[in-house]
């Protein structure tokens, strides 16, 4: 403990870090998520963020086919890197149906 004390600006950069992380680390869910939300993810420009809006206001997304079906330039690879930012459909994450079917 008085070690801590003695090093007062690593103690507050852990604790800021340890009541940060949840957030950093939350999931984004496409069916919920706010314009700015969306925004914020890489891979996604304003234009798209409003199909992706329009066409949940029509009807929520089943999950990452449907998104991408429905949803303009979302291939496997931007799919990918916003499900790294922590995008989810229904609380998944993206996983390519092509690379999960194909042999080993």
């Known amino acids: 403990m ?3 004390l003695r ?3 690593r103690a507050a950069l852990c604790a800021c870090f340890i009541a940060l ?3 950093l680390c ?3 869910e496409v069916n919920a998520a706010s314009r700015a939300e969306l925004e914020q993810l890489g ?13 949940r206001e ?3 997304f089943a999950d990452w086919a449907d998104l991408q079906r429905r949803v303009g330039g979302l291939g496997a690879k931007t799919a990918e ?7 989810t459909v229904n609380g998944q994450p ?5 690379a999960a079917s194909a042999p080993r």
């Open 2 to 4: 008085t070690r801590l």
């Open 7 to 9: 090093q007062p600006s």
């Open 21 to 23: 992380a949840p957030a």
């Open 26 to 28: 939350a999931a984004i």
């Open 43 to 55: 891979g996604l420009g304003p234009s798209k963020v409003e199909r992706m809006l329009l066409q």
């Open 58 to 60: 029509r009807k929520p």
């Open 81 to 87: 890197q916003l499900s790294r930012e922590g995008l």
């Open 94 to 98: 993206y996983r390519d149906s092509a």
